[in-house]
Every structure is written in C-alpha cells, then in structure tokens.
C-alpha cells in the first residue's frame, strides 16, 4: 500500500519556540494532504486540508497563522506550530489520498509535540 | 457530514468472531462508509469501506444494513493484535474530508 512518511516522530521545544513537522508520500503524488490532532483519549480532530500549490483550508476554529500549512509539491506537506505554548501539546498526523474521489486516506505515523 | 453513533467500548475473547456496530442514520445516498483502526500511539490504518453492498477484503468483512442507517465492521477471528480504537465514518463521495466520531475500543481478551 501507500507509504506516508512523518518527521518527526516526537518533539520538545521550549515554550515561544516555532516547530516544524513534515509529511511526505513515498511512492505517490499527493494532491490532498490532511492535518490532524488528537489529545489523550481523545479521537482525531481535522485542523486542515493541504492542497498542493495553494492555500489551505482550515476548519472552523482553527488559527492559520498559528499553525502554518505549505504544500509546495506533491509529495511534501508542512505543519509549523508558530510559538508553541504548552496547549499546543499533542500528537500530529497527517493524512493523504492516493487518488481523486472516494479513495481511502494513509496516515502517517503522527508526531508527538510537548512544549515546556 | 452526517454523523456516526459507535459503542465507547467492546470487549472480545481471542480467536472469536467480533462484530462492530455503527449507526448512522442520516447517511446520504452519496455517503461511503469508511472503518479505520487507531492503535496506540500511531495513526490510523484503514480497514475497509464500502457504498451499499457488503464488502470482505483480507483484514475483515463491512455488512451495510439495506436501508444503509447502520453497518457492521466484522473481525473473523480477533486477535491480541486487534486491539485497537475502531472508527466508523462516512465521507461525502464528491467530497474529500475525513471527520472522525469517537469510535469504539476494542479490548481483545487471551
């Protein structure tokens, strides 16, 4: 199947601190990426949907500049958690479609985010 | 999107049949019912989906009531590598965004 590669697996960072996680499609093109969160115990929240060569989407609630989304090609997206503070606390994936319409989505292996 | 109800919880001896429920009562007529399982600490995997008929690949089977309100994800034989949280949802077919319900987690008992 479809490999979606996430980096990095876990981060900390002091509190103030910018942070950037990557999510590549090893062996397809990704025209759609998805950004989720999820805190203990809890399901995945979406925060956006990453679509290559323009802005992304955010759902309701989420702040775009403090988290960052550049899908530049169609292999690679980017999730930077401007000024992390300690409620940025979470476990990060990301997610893309192989293919347009119905298709199922890979998941990458998520990034977990502590900030001091 | 419409919404899907799955139990919090389900328990299951190993090497028995586990069956999944999902209610999903508004589903519209262009709805996919997609199933994916979460083990700790990892992102989800997908398991199966289907439209209107029942469905079986190598990982589990997707029973898909007639009036397609409910479904049912079926594990044949559980497995201690089966534990997991298992969610039910639906995703417009036009559309592209996956939402996740809470899900149902299942504790696989030796």
């Known amino acids: 199947g479809a490999v979606v590669s996430q980096h990095p697996s876990w981060v900390i960072c002091k509190s103030g601190t910018s942070v950037k996680i990557e999510c590549r499609s090893l062996?397809?093109?990704?025209?759609?990426m998805f950004w989720y969160r999820q805190f203990p115990k809890q399901s995945l929240m979406l925060m956006a949907t990453s679509n290559e060569g323009s802005k992304a989407t955010y759902e309701q609630g989420v702040e775009k500049d403090k988290f960052l989304i550049n899908h530049a090609s169609l292999t690679l997206s980017t999730l930077t958690v401007t000024s992390a503070h300690p409620e940025d606390s979470s476990f990060y994936i990301c997610?893309?479609?192989?293919?347009?319409?119905?298709?199922?989505?890979?998941f990458g292996s998520g990034t977990q985010l502590s900030v001091l | 999107d419409a919404k899907t109800t799955q139990p919090n919880s389900m328990e299951s001896n190993e090497e028995e049949p586990v069956h999944l429920p999902c209610n999903h009562s508004t589903i519209s007529g262009t709805d996919y019912i997609h199933w994916y399982r979460q083990l700790p600490s990892q992102g989800p995997e997908y398991v199966i989906h289907g439209l209107t008929s029942n469905v079986n690949n190598r990982m589990a089977s997707l029973a898909i009531a007639e009036d397609r309100k409910s479904s049912t994800l079926i594990l044949h034989r559980a497995t201690l590598r089966d534990a997991a949280v298992y969610y039910c949802i639906l995703r417009r077919r036009w559309g592209n965004q996956f939402y996740f319900g809470t899900g149902t987690s299942l504790t696989v008992i030796p």
């Open positions: 997610s893309a479609n192989v293919g347009r319409g119905n298709e199922k989505l890979f």
């Open positions: 062996d397809f093109q990704a025209t759609t």
